[in-house]
């Protein structure tokens, strides 16, 4: 990959204020990385598909230490721009829902009688203030 440096960078578009120059240099660097890495890693798609790898753990696998270290947040989200990119939408819908899931399972252990208890809790009390959303609900049961 090519050499960049952040003082020749001419962003694509005029950076907001909330885009700040350095913020859109990141987000081209990490299109470059995440185009590039799906050319020559393509591989990286089938190790998405164990849920219980992250994108950071794949950059790990692919990128050298001291580029990770110095930058985890542009190679991380390089990584999943290449996977999106190698991966069709539906494919890439149905391996993001089994990543969520599993990283809510490991986080906060959705089968424990305390989550249990506290989504009631938090149920109770939504109905409480807003009052009971029947359409909401039917909805939800896919009718």
Known sequence: MSEKNFNS???QRQPTESMT??????IQLVHEIGDQLAIEHPEIAELYKN??????????QVFP???????????????????RQLN???EQADL???????????NFGLDTPDFIRQCKE???????????DTEAMIRGRGR
Do not use: C, N, S
Request: a positive charge.
């Open 9 to 11: 960078f001419t962003p």
């Open 21 to 26: 120059p350095e913020k859109a240099f990141a």
């Open 51 to 60: 849920p219980f790898l992250r994108l950071i753990d794949i950059a790990r």
């Open 65 to 83: 230490k001291e580029y990770i270290d110095q930058f985890p947040e542009v190679y991380t989200k390089a990584v999943g721009w290449a996977i």
């Open 88 to 90: 069709p939408a539906e």
């Open 96 to 106: 993001t829902r089994q990543h969520r899931q599993a990283t809510a399972e490991t």
């Open 122 to 132: 938090a149920a109770k009390r939504r109905h409480e203030m807003h009052g009971v």
